[in-house]
Nanobody, 127 residues
Framework: QLQLVESGGGSVQAGGSLRLSCAAS????????MGWFRQAPGKEREFVAA????????FHADSVRGRFTISRDNAKNTVYLRMNRLKPEDTAVYYC????????????????????WGQGTQVTVSS
């Protein structure tokens, strides 16, 4: 069992930055691929970024690549999403997710079917 709690959301102006955190409690955090997803009002939840359980490999959606960076600290059971140059279209509820996987390299595929979700944190970007 893994519990995920997001924090760090808020309201910023376009061009600003935020760092989201997702703290995990439970066993074997370091064996889970971790990801961030978001859901804007009236839209489906979409993938944002993923990190392998070793932290060596990361993957970002085209819409955020070059602006957002996912990372993790297995000693702190925490995954982060650094968001720079925020745009109004980044406004959404951001969710942390965890997916078990036997292979570190399979992290992106594993996150197509997460095992656990956090409750979400709101990010609002004003123009």
């Amino acid at each position: 069992q893994l519990q995920l709690v997001e924090s760090g959301g808020g309201s910023v102006q376009a061009g600003g930055s935020l760092r989201l955190s997702c703290a995990a409690s439970g066993r074997s955090f370091s064996s889970y691929a971790m990801g961030w997803f978001r859901q804007a009002p009236g839209k489906e939840r979409e993938f944002v970024a993923a990190v392998s359980w070793s932290g060596v490999s990361t993957f970002h959606a085209d819409s955020v690549r070059g602006r957002f960076t996912i990372s993790r600290d297995n000693a702190k059971n925490t995954v982060y999403l650094r968001m720079n140059r925020l745009k109004p279209e980044d406004t959404a509820v951001y969710y942390c997710a965890a997916a078990s996987t036997y292979r570190d390299s399979d992290y992106v595929n594993a996150l197509t079917r997460p095992d656990y979700w956090g409750q979400g944190t709101q990010v609002t970007v004003s123009s």
